[in-house]
Nanobody, 121 residues
Framework: QVQLVESGGGLVQAGGSLRLSCAASGRTFSSYTMGWFRQAPGKEREFVARISGSGLNTVHADSVKGRFTISRDNAKNTAHLQMNGLKPEDTAIYYC??????????????WGQGTQVTVSS
């Protein structure tokens, strides 16, 4: 069982930066791929980025590539999403999740409660 708690969301102007954090409980954190997803009002949940258990492999969605960076610290049971160059279209609730190496939300078993990111123009 893994429990996830996100933090770091907020209101920021376009072009600004935020760093999201995901704190995980449990001893098996490093065995899971960690993913970040987001969901805007009226839209489906969207893949943002994932990182393998070892941290050696990452994938970022085309929409955030070059602006967002996913990372993890297995010693601290944490994952992060550094978001630079934010755009109004990045506005959404951001979720971290633990699962297998996939971009589909269906392959993630544990989810945090989400943190709101709002980007003003």
């Amino acid at each position: 069982q893994v429990q996830l708690v996100e933090s770091g969301g907020g209101l920021v102007q376009a072009g600004g930066s935020l760093r999201l954090s995901c704190a995980a409980s449990g001893r098996t954190f490093s065995s899971y791929t960690m993913g970040w997803f987001r969901q805007a009002p009226g839209k489906e949940r969207e893949f943002v980025a994932r990182i393998s258990g070892s941290g050696l492999n990452t994938v970022h969605a085309d929409s955030v590539k070059g602006r967002f960076t996913i990372s993890r610290d297995n010693a601290k049971n944490t994952a992060h999403l550094q978001m630079n160059g934010l755009k109004p279209e990045d506005t959404a609730i951001y979720y971290c999740a633990a699962g297998v190496y996939s971009s589909s939300p269906r392959n993630y078993y544990y989810w945090g409660q989400g943190t709101q990111v709002t980007v003003s123009s």
